[in-house]
């Protein structure tokens, strides 16, 4: 059965998104995913189902929707896709915590680096549907402007290299 990780969008620790980790599982579970795991409280499971990887995506924010009143935006990508994300990172000198990935709901269109406004020189690399983003002074504080980033969810290098691990450990365990 495949292994998907889904990332979700506009879920935070606190404030009006906030989405309990407990709940999320509880919400896959229903769906009838199984081996459901989160990690960290800002929206990421990984998890197994025998739909495909559009339907599952689907079914997820439909879901969600239903429990926090609109869709969220849910990003899936299988275990090989995670994988190959962090391998094919670029930015090598970059601390993992100030490269973040953008998961994107669809294919970036090829001139989504175009409109960027780096002013405190940032860097970013169009990936298919992601686009990584170096911060050279953390993105706190970043005046980055990219439009392409709006439809995303960001994850930093670190996080994305332990969703990936935490996903071929369960595959590792069929």
Known sequence: MPVYIALLRAVNVGGTSALPMAELKAIC???G?????TYIQSGNVVFRSDEKETAAEKKLDEAL???MGKPPGVMVRSRKELGDIVANAPFPDAKPSFLLV???PEKAPSDAL???VA???EEAKLATRE???HYPNGSGRSKLKLPALKSGTSRNLNTVRKLAEMAADMEDGD
């Open 131 to 133: 686009i990584y983003v």
């Open 33 to 37: 995913f199984t081996d459901v795991k």
């Open 102 to 104: 953008y998961f994107l």
């Open 119 to 121: 002013p405190d020189g």
């Open 114 to 116: 175009e409109k960027m």
């Open 29 to 31: 579970e229903g769906l």
């Open 65 to 67: 929707g239903r429990k």
